[in-house]
């Protein structure tokens, strides 16, 4: 157990893509035991898609089904907010995580070998994003589990920080495979500036439940960006 303090939470958004580094490391390993292994196609693509779920215990999911549930309401802003903190999951958070995991499912069964490394540093890309739009756009309320690090952090250092890992992640995709690279940053960009619109025209700023959306969001953006990306390198080959 971690006593969080202003002291330990002024630099702990730095530290939020490292967790994008282990599930990029436990989907690497996992495909390339698979290739050995000579494990379906479908059965890969089934666990690949459950290794973050695992690794963060659904957290950000949850966010995703609150986030859902509230604009599907097409109620005011206050509504809206009301419903993300409801611990109920109602019927459109279940409509939209199935179709969710579906095309996640689908679209990961569609990656290939030369996506994979681009796919597991789309994992870091996300969370370096979704930490920078913490201390950078604006709050839906003034208290939260959001703004109980974002308020805290010390702006500058982890603005830095968080640059230097995106760039440093683009730098490594773009050795392993610059079309895909580019694709993937392009995807991570889209889903950001959506982001910021939806969440300012909706809530009126972020809240932890949208950034667990934005996360998943982001990530399955990415993915289907490096599989375009891959269909595209196949028909100019």
């Given amino acids: 157990m971690v006593e969080w303090k202003e002291e330990n939470r002024r630099y702990s958004l730095c530290f939020f893509p490292l967790v994008g580094v282990i599930i ?25 898609v459950l290794i973050p779920v695992v690794v963060t215990g659904g ?12 604009k599907s309401s097409f109620g005011d802003r206050d509504k809206k907010l009301g419903i993300m903190s409801d611990s109920h999951i109602g019927a459109f958070a279940v409509i939209y995580l199935c179709s969710y995991f579906l095309l996640q499912l689908a679209l990961m069964y569609e990656l290939s070998g030369s996506g994979t490394v681009i796919v597991a540093c789309g994992y870091v890309l996300s969370r370096t994003l979704s930490a920078f739009s913490a201390v950078t756009f604006r709050g839906a309320k003034k208290d939260g589990t959001l703004q109980s690090f974002a308020m805290p952090a010390h702006r ?8 230097m890992l995106f760039i440093g992640t683009f730098v490594f995709m773009a050795v392993s495979n610059l079309v895909l690279g580019i ?33 998943q969001v982001c990530e399955i953006v990415i993915l289907a960006f490096v599989v375009v990306g891959e269909k595209f390198l196949e028909v100019i080959s």
């Fill in 24 to 48: 990029g490391g436990i989907f690497v390993l996992w495909q390339y035991l698979c290739g050995i292994a000579d494990i379906s196609r479908f059965l890969e693509s089934a666990v690949s």
């Fill in 183 to 215: 694709f993937a940053v392009c995807g991570a960009l889209v889903a950001l500036v959506y982001y910021r619109l939806s969440s300012y025209k909706n809530f009126g700023g972020i809240t932890g439940d949208t950034a667990g959306w934005f996360l």
């Fill in 59 to 70: 957290i950000h999911l949850d966010g995703f089904c609150d986030v859902n549930d509230a």
């Fill in 156 to 163: 500058t250092v982890t603005i830095f920080v968080l640059v």
